[in-house]
């Protein structure tokens, strides 16, 4: 009969040292692209954006930076040549601004959508199609559906998925991965994660400064 030392020792090591056990104490591991926000990425699983996720970014005005919160990854995005696709922001985006935050214009697709339904649809192609590393949405879906045929299409095209809403949209739910609310804070960004896949809620300021949409 083999000792109780002899039986615990393969299994300590293996809790001990797998990559592929999640333990309740930490953050669930996801795939995921660093935010470019050493505070944020830490309170994310898997240290940043989740890859082939929807993100819902719920703005209580403008100009809180919503833009500037994911330039580092279109920066990152731009530099390997993979598209980012700009769908019926509110704003004409400001190429010379995106050029000095490091974006390779080459690289964005700039669509504009006549109606909210267009828009959306124009995201679900890109995003299935895989012709890009992620959507940048500016729509207010009201039904569950839509908002799950985003997170289907970013799961299919191994990409990310955007959305920003209005801040009265929180009172719906939602299939998104991660939803995150934008307040202002005494000249900074307060970031409130309100739904975390695989990690708890929280939040946290950052100095965004606003760029141009």
């Known amino acids: 009969m083999l000792s109780p030392v002899a039986t615990s020792d393969p299994l300590e090591r293996l809790l001990r040292e797998s990559r592929v056990l999640w333990r309740g104490r930490e953050l669930s591991r996801a795939p995921a692209r660093t935010t470019g926000f050493a505070a944020l990425d830490e309170r994310l699983p898997g240290g940043g954006w989740p890859i082939g996720a929807l993100v819902e970014i719920f703005c209580a005005c403008e100009g809180l930076g919503e ?3 994911v330039l580092p990854l279109m920066r990152a995005l731009s530099t390997e040549k993979r598209a980012v696709a700009l769908i019926a922001p509110p704003h004409t985006p400001y190429a010379p601004a995106l050029v000095r935050a490091g974006i390779r214009l080459p690289s964005l697709v700039w669509i504009h959508a006549v109606t909210e ?29 839509a908002l799950r045929r985003l997170q289907l299409a970013a799961e299919t095209g191994h990409a990310t998925a955007f959305l920003y809403r209005p801040i009265s949209a929180l009172a719906h739910s939602s ?3 991660l939803r995150l609310a934008l307040f202002p804070d005494n000249g900074r960004t307060r970031i409130e994660l309100l739904k975390v896949r695989g990690a708890r809620a929280g939040q946290l300021t950052l100095p965004l400064g606003a760029t141009s949409s």
């Open 175 to 177: 299939p998104a991965a």
């Open 67 to 69: 833009l500037s919160l």
């Open 117 to 145: 339904e267009d828009a959306r649809w124009s995201a679900e192609q890109f995003l299935r199609e895989g012709l890009g590393g992620a959507t940048l949405l500016w729509s207010n879906p009201q039904s569950d559906r």
